[in-house]
């Protein structure tokens, strides 16, 4: 099978995971809100143009991670990674949380998978995931900023990206969603110190961006601050 038809049939299957996963997203919340006996408090969009941009986006997340991984075991892990973190972006942009279904669930499976696909020991990434859990926990404590939810997600991520890959992934996240507190303001939008922001999808970002791209980052700061020295 040629390399491209190899690559198509990944894409396709990316993208029909995605399709199902607002499906799948209102399922959880529901069960969500039936375990705490609480009303559902939240609006999803039950349109089609919904499903069709999910596929879209994960669609062109797939060629990137394919492009980087073809030849790798690694490529699955991605599949499954941008799976995850497109399920995690939709509960959090629809209700504020990020379930433990996805986050738990997540860690598991890819600890498994990184016991036999890693580049690096498996302790590289144990070690990611630690850190990144007493970090964000002990930003959480100490702004009252950082959902436990996000500090789940990036414990998650650790496993996947490894270590400082994980720490510029919340760099990424913190800038992009720094753009879009900027944007809100540029079109009049009322911003504030208490504005509230879901940043599960920032979080996502940056995490996909540094899974793939998270040494090459590296490398082009230290060169950048190196050569104004």
Not at 9 to 16: F, H, Q, R
Not at 28 to 36: D, E, F, R, V
Not at 118 to 129: G, K
């Amino acid at each position: 099978m040629s390399g491209n038809v190899q690559e198509w049939i990944y894409i396709l299957i990316s993208m029909g995971l995605a399709y199902h996963s607002p499906s799948i997203v209102e399922k959880a919340l529901h069960w969500k809100m039936k375990q705490l006996s609480q009303d559902p408090c939240f609006l999803i969009p039950k349109t089609k143009r919904i499903h069709l941009s999910v596929c879209f986006i994960t669609g062109i997340a797939a060629y990137f991670c394919y492009e980087a991984y073809a030849y790798s075991p690694e490529k699955w892990l991605g599949l499954f990674f941008i799976w995850i973190l497109v399920m995690v972006s939709l509960t959090d942009i629809w209700s504020g949380l990020i379930l433990n279904l996805f986050t738990y669930s997540g860690f598991a499976f890819f600890f498994c998978f990184r016991l036999f696909v890693h580049d690096e020991r498996i302790d590289h990434y144990l070690m990611a995931a630690f850190l990144a859990g007493i970090g964000s926990c002990l930003l959480s404590w100490l702004t009252k900023s950082l959902g436990y939810g996000d500090v789940k997600l990036l414990v998650m991520g650790g496993i996947v990206t490894g270590w400082p890959n994980v720490l510029i992934a919340f760099w990424l996240a913190t800038l992009v969603a720094s753009l879009y507190i900027g944007w809100q303001w540029f079109w009049g939008r009322p911003v504030s110190r208490k504005t509230e922001i879901r940043f599960g999808p920032h979080l996502s970002f940056g995490l996909f961006i540094a899974y793939l791209w998270g040494e090459k980052i590296r490398i082009l700061y230290f060169s950048y601050i190196y050569s104004l020295v």
